[in-house]
């Protein structure tokens, strides 16, 4: 079963998506997700120029072969572009291997370790009342557990909230209170945001407070710092946060330098994720080693493929660290299905993000995954369980997009 055509497809049903399409000489045909928010193009290139001439002729069912090749062969190995183009092959050759053995794709993995993945939705809101509207909201669509961002009082926008200046709100009920929007904002150049890291310290202790008092101690609570603090700002929120177990504080400081999360770990005992932006396990090995994060934040998309990412998870594994797979909206269906077959057969699930995609890219990925009582589940479909349809992408052409840009108060370039 050799390869004999692959296919690099650009839509934008609402943001932008580039997704690989692996067609085999009998017929079967495989997709993978190449989406890199805000740099989409340089991965398309990368695919269409570099690894697509590589793949034709090769045996579709040789994929742990072919993603050495694609790994090791380039040289140049790591980075974002090459480990999401190496992820697409990689995925798209096990939605064929699936569909070539009749079977939803999970039974390749191991078969189900749980009935369904707890996922957990993005809440937010200006202020807290508008904060508890999006709750409630997302507890009527059935999640049982929430991600937690407010403004900040004095910053105009900011990251992860609805309503701020730069978000178009939305989702697909309609609703505009509630954190739905693409940051890669159609622009000529990227959105400048502003950001007061003691206002923000400040603030969001009592934005917790206020969510337990109302909700209860029950209700799963997560929050996002997106990489904006310094290892001692971050354990200091860390600690102010300890009172309102949350099941994860994220991305507290850039983990570049792995060591800066020592610091974090020495002063508070809130659950760490760490690794949205991270690509290989070469990214984690000193975090696994001296268990310094609870929570691996890699998605399939971005850490090539579901080879790569189970060999990260499975290392995660030793040290009793879980997965909490990234899932935004920039993550295609595809790379969601994904996620979902490999999050329902390893044994160290966690938890898994979930933003609700909205009606057009649903015309163009046409999915058979469910959501229900707070869980994602794999249908019996065989392979990923996805399709894509050519005709509703032909109406959503791609539109150059830039994720926003962070100055502090003084005008420095900060972390966004």
Known sequence: MNIEKAEVLVSSPGRNFVTLRITTDDGLTGLGDATLNGRELAVAAYLTEHVVPLLLGRDAHRIEDT?????????????????AAIAAVDTALWDIKAKAAGLPLYQLLGGKSREGLMVYGHASGLDIPELFDSIREHLEEG????????????????????????AAAGSASGSDARYDYEPARRNAIPVEESWDTRAYLRHVPAVFEAVRNEFGPELPLLHDAHHRLTPIQAAKLGKSLEPYDLFWLEDVTPAENQA?????????????????VFNTVWDYRELFEEQLIDYVRSPITHAGGITALRRILD???????????????????????????????????????????SPATLEVFRTTFSFE?????????????IEY??????????????LPVNRLLDGSMHDW
């Open 143 to 166: 999640y049982r557990a929430v991600r937690v961002q407010t403004g900040i009082p004095g910053l105009p926008s900011v990251y992860g909230v609805a309503h701020s200046k730069n």
């Open 67 to 83: 993603w050495q090749y694609l790994y090791r062969g380039a040289y140049w190995r790591r980075g974002p572009v090459t480990m």
């Open 389 to 402: 349809d050519d005709e509703a992408a032909a109406g959503y052409a791609y539109a150059s997009a830039y």
């Open 260 to 276: 800066a999360l020592r610091r974090v770990r020495e002063h508070t005992t809130t659950p760490l994720a760490i690794g949205e």
């Open 373 to 385: 009582n707070g869980m994602l589940a794999p249908s019996e479909a065989p392979g990923l369980g």
């Open 315 to 357: 290392y995660a594994a030793i040290y009793q660290i879980k997965s909490g797979m990234h899932g935004p909206t920039d993550v295609s269906p595809v790379g969601l299905a994904a996620g979902i077959h490999l999050g329902i057969a390893i044994q160290n699930f966690g938890m898994q993000e979930y933003m609700m995609h």
